[in-house]
């Protein structure tokens, strides 16, 4: 389980295909690794990957073709940034929203406006997803939790500060950019417990 506040921003150092799947080392750029272990969970762009080694601060990853099929982890290049989160514990502040790392989804960024000193992002939504996502509701994009400042047609917009954009991979977004998103998981239970919600 992870917050949505970003505390790394990181880069893949190698990248091995093995058997389908992916292999990527990683550089996390933590400041302190004391906490991470073997086996540790860490959001990885949005994604819940298991740590399979630690080297340093490198950490190499080993991802699924289930979840190459549903990010957009199968772009991920030697270079690339990455948003990192380490798994969240009973002592830490809830400062996002609860996020999983279980993607749901891509989504395309379709527009980028700079209002004052922030910036508004647009982003085209599976149309299946739509009715998870309301104005002034949660929505974690690249394992970043942003607020949903309007949903019209499939294309949610969020407002990213100067901090969000400094501190994230976000502000590295150019349109047309595939990003991974995760719904809020109350609207998930919800719709369960409602059948006639669908």
């Not at 990683?26 to 080297?55: E, H, P, R, W, Y």
């Not at 798994?87 to 406006?113: I, N, P, Q, R, Y």
């Not at 009715?131 to 047609?153: F, P, R």
């Amino acid at each position: 389980m992870f917050t949505g506040l970003i505390q790394s921003v990181g880069t893949v150092v190698a990248k091995h295909e093995k058997n389908n799947d992916l292999q990527f080392v990683i550089d996390t750029k933590f400041n302190d690794m004391s906490d991470v272990q073997l086996g540790d969970s860490i959001a990885t762009n949005g994604v819940c990957l298991t740590v399979t080694s630690l080297n340093g601060t490198q950490i190499s990853v080993d991802v699924s073709q289930e979840s190459i099929d549903k990010t957009e982890v199968y772009y991920w290049q030697i270079g690339t940034q990455l948003n990192l989160e380490k798994s969240l514990t009973l002592k830490d502040k809830l400062g996002g929203h609860m996020v999983s790392g279980h993607v749901d989804a891509v989504a395309e960024c379709v527009d980028v406006k700079t209002i004052g000193m922030s910036s508004v992002y647009q982003f085209k939504i599976p149309k299946e997803l739509d009715k998870y996502i309301v104005k002034k509701g949660s929505l974690a994009i690249n394992g970043v939790s942003l607020t949903v400042n309007e949903i019209e047609n499939c294309v949610a917009s969020v407002n990213l500060i100067p901090h969000t954009l400094e501190h994230t991979n976000l502000g590295l977004l150019k349109t047309g950019d595939q990003v991974n998103i995760e719904i809020d998981t109350i609207a998930r239970y919800v719709e369960k417990m409602m059948p006639s919600f669908k």
